[in-house]
């Protein structure tokens, strides 16, 4: 079974520095990663994908995430936090083998509250 | 171009009641899925639906249960509403097979009395 682990529940960086924030992945075969993140009272959007492709991935708004398989891990990371930065971001692995006919689900981790602080 | 679009936005149920949730995924996308995300909590899956046949199921009770329309919109229901049940239901659309990236509606927040 596939599932992600984001290491640190609450994140709290200065405006203007950097930010990190930790995924752990467990997959059986080689996963889909994305971030995705939630503003309060607003839907997910997604920041950045991982589908086997380059391993270091660049996102919307600054954000980048580095797939490495032998730590099993999809970090996310931004040079400079802006406080419009201020959400909760979700590590997601897609479980393609749970479904048919190119079917799939996310496994969503537990989040990580990212607080920009002025 | 919409994006995905949900409703209602919000709904206050009594315990022991039912409720239907509805969702259009974008123009194009035929595999619509259901998440719930309870308070403080990252969303769990529900149902996956595609072509109008259920492809995935979560751990979720019988009281929840869900259909897709010849014109891909979707319905989630749930049954004998528990006070557990509040949550915000979210609906993600996709085009199977590639780059399995879903797009997210903005949820409907439910909230059981």
């Known amino acids: 079974a596939q599932s992600v682990t984001q290491l640190d529940s609450h994140v709290s960086v200065s405006e203007g520095t950097p930010v990190l924030l930790r995924c752990n992945y467990s997959?059986?075969?080689?996963?889909?990663l994305f971030w995705y993140v939630q503003h309060p009272n607003k839907g997910l959007q997604l920041l950045l994908k991982?589908?086997?492709?380059?391993?270091l991935v660049k996102g919307i708004n600054g954000f980048e995430a580095e797939f490495k398989k032998s730590e099993t891990s999809f970090h996310l990371t931004k040079p400079s936090a802006h406080m419009s930065d201020a959400a909760e971001y979700f590590c997601?692995?897609?479980?393609?083998?749970?479904?048919?006919?190119?079917?799939?689900?996310?496994?969503f981790g537990t989040g990580t509250r990212l607080k920009v602080l002025a | 171009d919409a994006g995905v679009t949900q409703s209602p936005t919000h709904l206050i149920k009594t315990r022991g009641q039912h409720v239907t949730l509805r969702c259009s995924p974008i123009s194009g996308h035929k595999s619509v899925s259901w998440y719930q995300q309870v308070l403080g909590q990252g969303p769990q899956f529900i149902f996956q639906y595609y072509e109008k046949e259920e492809r995935g199921r979560g751990n979720f009770p019988d009281r929840f249960s869900a259909r897709q329309f010849p014109n891909y919109s979707s319905e989630l229901n749930v049954n004998a509403l528990l006070l557990g049940d509040s949550a915000l239901y979210l609906c993600a659309s996709s085009v199977p097979g590639r780059t399995y990236e879903q797009y997210f509606g903005p949820g409907t927040r439910l909230t059981v009395t």
């Open positions: 997601v692995v897609s479980d393609a083998e749970s479904g048919t006919s190119g079917t799939y689900k996310y496994i």
């Open positions: 997959s059986s075969y080689s996963p889909s």
């Open positions: 991982y589908t086997s492709a380059a391993t």
